[in-house]
């Protein structure tokens, strides 16, 4: 395990006052800095080329006075531009402390991790990116900053959050920037945040934090990278105005989250309260509860002279030892940023020639592809660094066995299960000092709202929150019962997903034995391939996975004995040690092969017609609709089907593999399909649920027939 200490213990100890008054002289901080006011800044971005040109393009094709288009910049960056004020950070420091010791037991962050970063913080600009699993991540990481003498970060916020009257401003101070969610084609609006982000970047003088997932994740899971910011922010790099960046991946893991009930509800699609300052005072109740701990891990950190690019076919980076010549743009070097006057020496230049509009530089493909291979290597950094909680553990299990364990039989359950996950290679938060069952009942008395301890030491889902589920089959009349019913297992599913998303290779290749106890090497990967393609947006995988990751995800389990590879005769031998592992880790994903499957039988089922509501979202609710009456016919053991985020998946993992089409137009994106061709990937799912067989509407025991399938070399 890390070498983690809890940053909360010292808070217990001394005064609040003093940590939020502590010197902040030795500060370690970039080099070639350019320290510049709030207006400097946003004088910098509203004088800059990029702008300038994007308003004389907007002046020529709108009509528009260049008056109202530069007044329209101004109020656009006023309203974007962060305010960071240590006088409020001081503040914060101040009563955060008092919040986290009521909230938490401990906050813990690997300090190896952290003074690996202070060493390199004046090498080049900083970019943080966090995990994001709860609207604290961002607070969470500017007081981890805060306690270490690190430099504050600005970061990347949904304009969500600027409607919130008093706590956009006070979010403004401790260096938020606000964003809309999506900018389309507002030229405008482009071009300031670009400018914006990379005068900040450049300058150096506070680290970028934003989010790669773009989002909170309300599953558990990881969703798949979003290229655009972190494009925008190595544009500087690849342009030659620093001469490296610094980036930095964080995993949080909560014992736990704050909205676990707002996100299950969520995936059910009930919809989100609005964020609004009242409705933070009405959640205040949150501070009477308990929510056990905070893991913050710094992981590998990425400079990119020693992480050059590969492979690139038009453009190259060489070390420039003399001096930045702008002479290709018409620009004398003393007109050249001040950073870039200062790292003459060192500077990185692109050596393809650059055009005289240099600010609307396109990234090459080749550069397109590093950043989008950093980014999947930032999200497996912060993957293989995320900690699964004891509560992680019971989930997974509860998750099998809702109905319940006894508490003697479930602690020797969450202790093996403990041990498979450190097997496999996920990492646990597992405190020594303390035996399984006093582990194990202080999570779940820390999650009363899910799960019950009844007197007689049985432990079980509840049906409701904090109501006991019954034993046997409930019943269910109405949707709305079963979507009551749904949110608690929904809760209890994102938490199962940290283990399932950690695991997901191993997870599909067990799924991918079908039943069986022996296979040969060749239809192994065939099946293992048809899985990783159909839940390409379900986990998170890279762009190319190939028989190397096949390989090495065989020697994991082979390495825990569970499986013998037989390279002679080409096959696979599931061992008798290997039987409750591989049927348990299978189990993990069978809601996922059972809801990929709904959606095959709906699209089979109800013939495709033009003259129906074929919109995506309008089709995801018909089908939890019809997943939803299997439950009421007593037909679906897996609430977490019910997940609109599952549904949707599946259907843009149909469209990718080409088995349903989306036809895009002015009204949205509309679904087109062949009932047949949909019957192709729904009789392989099946084939992958040997002992289930969901046959209009009956769950029966029965075995399909396995498809043949072809697969090129890699995806």
């Given at each position: 395990m890390d070498d983690f200490e809890d940053i909360l213990e010292p808070r217990r100890n001394e005064l609040d006052v003093r940590f939020a008054l502590q010197s902040r002289d030795g500060v370690p901080e970039y080099k070639y800095t350019n320290k510049q006011t709030r207006s400097q800044?946003?004088?910098?971005?509203?004088?800059?080329?990029?702008?300038?040109?994007?308003?004389?393009?907007?002046?020529?094709?709108?009509?528009?006075?260049?008056?109202?288009?530069?007044?329209?910049?101004?109020?656009?960056?006023?309203?974007?531009?962060?305010?960071?004020?240590?006088?409020?950070?001081?503040?914060?420091?101040?009563?955060?402390?008092?919040?986290?010791?009521?909230?938490?037991?401990?906050?813990?962050?690997?300090?190896?991790?952290?003074?690996?970063?202070?060493?390199?913080?004046?090498?080049?600009?900083?970019?943080?990116?966090?995990?994001?699993?709860?609207?604290?991540?961002?607070?969470?990481?500017?007081?981890?900053?805060?306690?270490?003498?690190?430099?504050?970060?600005?970061?990347?916020?949904?304009?969500?959050?600027?409607?919130?009257?008093?706590?956009?401003?006070?979010?403004?101070?401790?260096?938020?920037?606000?964003?809309?969610?999506?900018?389309?084609?507002?030229?405008?609006?482009?071009?300031?945040?670009?400018?914006?982000?990379?005068?900040?970047?450049?300058?150096?003088?506070?680290?970028?934090?934003?989010?790669?997932?773009?989002?909170?994740?309300?599953?558990?899971?990881?969703?798949?990278?979003?290229?655009?910011?972190?494009?925008?922010?190595?544009?500087?790099?690849?342009?030659?105005?620093?001469?490296?960046?610094?980036?930095?991946?964080?995993?949080?893991?909560?014992?736990?989250?704050?909205?676990?009930?707002?996100?299950?509800?969520?995936?059910?699609?009930?919809?989100?309260?609005?964020?609004?300052?009242?409705?933070?005072?009405?959640?205040?109740?949150?501070?009477?509860?308990?929510?056990?701990?905070?893991?913050?891990?710094?992981?590998?950190?990425?400079?990119?002279?020693?992480?050059?690019?590969?492979?690139?076919?038009?453009?190259?980076?060489?070390?420039?030892?003399?001096?930045?010549?702008?002479?290709?743009?018409?620009?004398?070097?003393?007109?050249?940023?001040?950073?870039?006057?200062?790292?003459?020496?060192?500077?990185?230049?692109?050596?393809?020639?650059?055009?005289?509009?240099?600010?609307?530089?396109?990234?090459?493909?080749?550069?397109?592809?590093?950043?989008?291979?950093?980014?999947?290597?930032?999200?497996?950094?912060?993957?293989?660094?995320?900690?699964?909680?004891?509560?992680?553990?019971?989930?997974?299990?509860?998750m099998q066995r809702p109905h319940g364990y006894t508490?003697?039989?479930?602690?020797?359950?969450?202790?093996?299960?403990?041990?498979?996950?450190?097997?496999?290679?996920?990492?646990?938060?597992?405190?020594?000092?303390?035996?399984?069952?006093?582990?194990?009942?202080?999570?779940?008395?820390?999650h009363r709202t899910f799960v019950n301890l009844a007197h007689k030491n049985q432990v079980s889902i509840n049906a409701y929150e904090g109501s006991p589920l019954p034993t046997g089959s409930m019943e269910m009349n109405s949707l709305d019962e079963v979507m009551s019913l749904a949110v608690v297992p929904m809760g209890i599913a994102m938490y199962r997903n940290h283990l399932v998303c950690r695991l997901a290779n191993v997870c599909l290749l067990t799924s991918s034995f079908c039943g069986t106890n022996a296979i040969s090497i060749g239809d192994l990967f065939l099946k293992f391939w048809f899985l990783i393609r159909v839940f390409q947006k379900e986990f998170v995988f890279k762009p190319s996975v190939t028989e190397t990751e096949f390989a090495a995800t065989l020697k994991k389990l082979e390495s825990c004995t569970f499986i013998q590879v037989c390279n002679t005769e080409k096959k696979v031998e599931v061992l008798s040690n290997g039987m409750k592992a591989l049927s348990f880790l299978s189990k993990m994903v069978e809601p996922f092969l059972q809801g990929y499957y709904m959606v095959c039988q709906y699209l089979v089922q109800t013939k495709w017609n033009p003259d129906n509501d074929n919109k995506s979202k309008s089709i995801a609710k018909n089908i939890q609709a019809l997943i939803a009456q299997k439950f009421i016919n007593d037909e679906m053991k897996h609430f977490d089907t019910l997940s609109l985020n599952l549904i949707g998946n599946a259907l843009t993992s149909l469209v990718a593999m080409d088995y349903i089409q989306c036809n895009k137009s002015e009204n949205g994106g509309s679904l087109s399909w062949q009932a047949s061709k949909v019957e192709e990937v729904m009789a392989k799912l099946g084939s992958y649920l040997p002992e289930l067989e969901i046959n209009g509407g009956a769950v029966q025991t029965h075995r399909t027939r396995r498809e043949p399938m072809s697969v090129p070399s890699k995806l």
């Open positions: 800044v946003n004088e910098s971005v509203l004088s800059s080329p990029r702008l300038k040109f994007t308003i004389d393009k907007i002046v020529t094709e709108t009509g528009l006075s260049r008056k109202e288009v530069e007044k329209e910049a101004f109020e656009i960056l006023d309203d974007m531009a962060h305010a960071q004020s240590l006088t409020n950070l001081r503040t914060l420091a101040y009563i955060f402390p008092k919040l986290y010791k009521r909230l938490l037991r401990h906050l813990y962050v690997n300090k190896d991790g952290i003074e690996k970063l202070r060493a390199q913080v004046k090498d080049a600009p900083v970019i943080l990116l966090p995990t994001h699993r709860s609207y604290q991540d961002f607070l969470v990481m500017t007081y981890v900053c805060f306690h270490y003498g690190l430099p504050l970060p600005f970061v990347a916020t949904g304009q969500d959050f600027n409607k919130m009257k008093l706590i956009n401003e006070v979010l403004r101070m401790c260096g938020a920037f606000y964003i809309r969610r999506s900018f389309g084609t507002d030229d405008l609006y482009w071009a300031l945040f670009t400018e914006y982000v990379q005068t900040n970047v450049i300058n150096g003088e506070l680290p970028l934090e934003f989010f790669l997932e773009g989002t909170r994740s309300r599953t558990g899971k990881f969703l798949p990278p979003k290229l655009g910011l972190l494009a925008v922010a190595l544009e500087p790099y690849f342009t030659g105005k620093v001469p490296d960046i610094l980036v930095v991946p964080v995993s949080f893991t909560y014992d736990r989250i704050l909205e676990e009930l707002l996100h299950s509800r969520e995936m059910l699609g009930i919809p989100k309260p609005k964020e609004s300052t009242s409705g933070l005072f009405k959640a205040r109740t949150i501070l009477q509860d308990n929510y056990g701990d905070i893991y913050v891990h710094v992981g590998d950190l990425y400079l990119f002279v020693r992480w050059p690019l590969r492979g690139s076919t038009d453009q190259c980076i060489i070390l420039f030892q003399a001096q930045y010549d702008l002479r290709s743009n018409g620009t004398d070097i003393t007109s050249a940023p001040i950073g870039i006057q200062k790292i003459l020496p060192f500077i990185l230049l692109r050596v393809q020639p650059m055009c005289y509009h240099w600010f609307l530089f396109n990234l090459s493909s080749s550069e397109q592809k590093f950043v989008a291979d950093l980014a999947y290597n930032v999200q497996e950094s912060q993957l293989r660094n995320i900690y699964m909680s004891v509560w992680v553990l019971c989930a997974t299990l509860l508490l003697r039989d479930f602690c020797r359950d969450v202790e093996w299960l403990k041990d498979l996950a450190i097997n496999l290679g996920a990492k646990v938060a597992w405190p020594g000092e303390y035996s399984v069952q006093t582990l194990v009942t202080s999570h779940l008395k820390r």
